[in-house]
């Protein structure tokens, strides 16, 4: 018999009709053996290598019509310790390059199982009933199941994406095919743990973010993750201290007319400086654009107000209250984006997701321990900044209130605001991105010291020149003409 090598595929069984052929093949270095029976075609990599990267295939020839089981049914790979978990007519494990499959004599598929490629995939039910069977090989002592910490962490991740009708079809599913698989103990374990999330039972539960369900207040633990990156960073480094020139008068209002001009044009809301200043001195919208007057007027008239701008949330409650009272009094031209009230459904910004509704308060909340334990203004500041940005609990708004939380952290410690220009919004949002995408906080810690570090550089008594140092630094040019901002005391003269 010839064997057309280009129609193998990478893992393949022998049988008696191709023997010989495939002992031709192996003197002629086109295939190897790995196994009793299992033959390959990649001749280049390690063994080792070819069994992990194919191990689905490998259970498919040898224990085929298996099903996924134990840890292997969630992870979908070859365990830390190298094993894969399958159940099937009869026990036998085999062992091949460091991969030892463990087939545990059990009940075949069941409603819910899914075939593919030889074998079964377990349903979810099926999946956690299983991991809540006693959880250590005999011989070894190996843990062939996720903890039940890891299971509760997976149910409460459920119920962040499908809500409790997701919860209870899984319910419903497994107390089906519980007593097929002689798993109603197991059953009623995980009943004890979704009546817990659900809080329509007591049962004790391991997991922080289980946990957090069971209380009511369930968070966001992706998002909240990006927050710790940024209080890890904020921890590691020193900050300067960097006093503001005056607490109140001309030279306060002036630095706060700035604030709400730049964090508006930030989000799109964009008039030219002697108009915005005309609606700030005036107090009236112009006729043609009312909302976006509004825009300016509601925001300056936070961050121009010291009694304001001194309050920080003392606790949870607080920084909960204080949000939606600033949020207010920023968005009361535009009573269509729901002032003062957390979204209800999730927003968007691009590709990115931002927190979901019924995670809004209790990622808040979470995060806000983080902020408390943090002593330095500067990092208290980036810290309430990023959250409330990353978590954007509101229809719209969400930028300039991260903002004003950021600078009244500064100005109640008596601290030069952040204030970040026209020119320089490409940087923030980019930095900003870093820590969401990536879960690297240094460059946006970077920025807003630079921004900081601008704003301490202007001589803010004087409007008009505050006005003609920041055109000197490119404050107001469009970030698409690649002016980089500068510090004007480094800028050079005529």
Known sequence: MALNIKNLPIIFLSDASMSAAIGREIKAGNVRKIGP????????????????QNWMQVLSLLLPGCVLSNRTAFEGSVSSTGRVYVTGE???????????????????????????????????????????TPSRER??????????????????????????????????????????????KEFAELDDII????????????????????????????????VEKL??????????????????????????????YFSNFIEGTRFGVDEAKNIVDTGVPPASRTADGHDILGTYRVVSSLDNMRKTPGNSVELLELLCSRHTDIMVGRPDKRPGQFKEEVNYAGATKFVDPDLVKGTLTQGFGLYQSLEHPFARALLIMFLVAEVHPFDDGNGRT???????????????????????????????????????????????????????SISFDDHAIARQQMEACAAFDDPADNKRLGIFSEVPTA
């Open 37 to 52: 029976r299992l033959y390959t075609t990649n001749v280049s990599d390690e063994p080792a290598y070819i069994i992990r």
């Open 90 to 132: 009869y026990s036998r494990q085999i062992e091949l390059h460091g991969v030892k499959f463990i087939q545990t004599k059990g009940v075949s598929h069941v409603d819910g199982d899914t075939f593919m490629v030889g074998l079964y995939m377990p349903s979810r039910a099926r999946t956690f009933l299983v991991n809540l």
């Open 139 to 184: 011989n070894s002592g190996k843990l062939k199941n996720l903890s039940r910490v890891e299971i509760e962490r997976r149910l409460a991740e459920i119920l962040n994406a499908q809500k409790e009708e997701g919860l209870n079809k899984l319910r419903d599913q497994a107390r089906a095919i519980a007593p097929q698989l002689g798993l109603e």
């Open 195 to 226: 009546g817990a999330l659900l809080r329509t039972r007591k049962a004790t539960l391991a997991d922080p973010i289980a946990k957090a369900h069971q209380l009511g207040i369930p968070y966001d633990p992706a998002a909240l993750e990006r």
């Open 231 to 260: 209080w890890a960073a904020l921890l590691s480094i020193p900050h300067e201290y960097r006093p503001a020139s005056a607490a109140s008068g001309t030279l306060f209002y002036n630095v706060a007319f700035f604030d709400a």
């Open 402 to 456: 991260a903002r004003i939380m950021m600078n009244s952290e500064l100005v109640s410690a008596g601290e030069t605001r952040i204030i970040i220009p026209s020119v320089f919004r490409n940087e923030y949002v980019a930095s900003l991105k870093r820590i969401s995408n990536h879960k690297q906080p240094e460059s946006f810690i970077a920025v807003m010291t630079y921004a900081q570090k601008f704003v301490t």
